[in-house]
């Protein structure tokens, strides 16, 4: 039932930007902390931001502080990440995860690759 949904990824030069969202269904969206995460062909999974169900809390990773926002709409249901100063060590696929309870649910993941 739990459906995420990324989109917004694509190709950009070094220092442009790029907002992601995440589509969320199935579940009631404004009550759940959400985050997302990347990954890099094989390397390890990396927490980005996580962002509190009211929107009031943020945190991100260091890597990505200073440049990075996220946010959501709970009217939408949907999680956002713009991406600004974006750097070639920033290519990844990008996704979205909820935590509801012991439950843990992934979206599909959009690719951003930054490359000049």
């Known amino acids: 039932q739990v459906q995420l949904v990324e989109s917004g990824g694509g190709f950009v030069q070094p220092g442009g930007s790029l907002r992601l969202s995440c589509a969320a269904s199935g579940y009631i969206f404004s009550r759940y902390t959400m985050m997302w995460y990347r990954r890099a062909p094989g390397k390890e999974r990396e927490l980005v931001a996580s962002i509190t169900s009211a929107g009031d809390s943020t945190n991100y990773g260091k890597s990505v502080k200073g440049r990075f926002t996220i946010s959501r709409d709970n009217a939408k249901n949907t999680l956002y990440l713009q991406m600004n100063a974006l750097k070639p060590e920033d290519t990844a696929v990008y996704f979205c995860?909820?935590?509801?309870?012991?439950?843990?649910?992934w979206g599909q993941g959009t690719q951003v690759t930054v490359s000049s």
């Open positions: 995860n909820v935590n509801p309870g012991s439950l843990h649910y």
